[in-house]
T-cell receptor, first 116, second 115 residues
Framework: AQSVSQHNHHVILSEAASLELGCNYS??????LFWYVQYPGQHLQLLLK??????LVKGIKGFEAEFIKSKFSFNLRKPSVQWSDTAEYFC??????????????FGKGTKLSVIP | EPEVTQTPSHQVTQMGQEVILRCVPISNHLYFYWYRQILGQKVEFLVS????????KSEIFDDQFSVERPDGSNFTLKIRSTKLEDSAMYFC?????????????FGPGTRLTVT
């Protein structure tokens, strides 16, 4: 079974600060990796995804993430956060369940508060 | 851009009542999922559905839950006798087939409040 750990429960940053949110997963096989964002009162939106290839992936809104296979990590980064990045961020993984479905396993989420 | 839609956006029900949450997946998608998020907790997988049958289900998805695709467009989640602990946000998601199965498209969610 897969599991996902997000180490930071709540991160508070000032605008223009750099962001790095940690995500580690456990699974013995090949996984697909995702970061989702949930703005207050809104639904899950995909920020970025990694299936294969270049381990550094770029997503929307200036976010990027790096897959480090040896560390089972997929950390999310942004060089300079804005107040509008205030949201909850979820790391998720999936793999073929064997029955053909790719259900996602989510981490507990990291709440990001950006202070103007 | 096609979207997954869900109705209602908010459902309030009394304990013991049956509720049906509705989802309209993206039209050419073939795999369908339900997830839930209890307030302040992580998103949890409930069930996946393909070719008119359940593919996978979690331990949360007990006999009180059922899913159906009654008419080729809607995908429903029924809770037969709601409990207080069923209060959560319920998200529907869908994917295409083949390699497209890896990426799920989520609906906006239905907030279920059981009183």
């Amino acid at each position: 079974a897969q599991s996902v750990s997000q180490h930071n429960h709540h991160v508070i940053l000032s605008e223009a600060a750099s962001l790095e949110l940690g995500c580690n997963y456990s699974y013995g096989g090949t996984v697909n990796l995702f970061w989702y964002v949930q703005y207050p009162g809104q639904h899950l939106q995909l920020l970025l995804k990694y299936f294969s290839g270049d381990p550094l992936v770029k997503g929307i809104k200036g976010f990027e993430a790096e897959f480090i296979k040896s560390k089972f990590s997929f950390n999310l980064r942004k060089p300079s956060v804005q107040w509008s990045d205030t949201a909850e961020y979820f790391c998720a993984v999936n793999a073929n369940s064997g029955a053909g479905s790719y259900q996602l396993t989510f981490g507990k989420g990291t709440k990001l508060s950006v202070i103007p | 851009e096609p979207e997954v839609t869900q109705t209602p956006s908010h459902q309030v029900t009394q304990m013991g009542q049956e509720v049906i949450l509705r989802c309209v997946p993206i039209s050419n998608h073939l795999y369908f999922y339900w997830y839930r998020q209890i307030l302040g907790q992580k998103v949890e997988f409930l069930v996946s559905f393909y070719n008119n049958e359940i593919s996978e289900k979690s331990e949360i998805f007990d006999d009180q839950f059922s899913v159906e695709r009654p008419d080729g467009s809607n995908f429903t989640l029924k809770i037969r006798s709601t409990k207080l602990e069923d209060s959560a946000m319920y998200f529907c998601a869908s994917t295409t087939s083949g390699q497209g199965r890896k990426e799920q498209y989520f609906g906006p969610g239905t907030r279920l409040t059981v009183t």
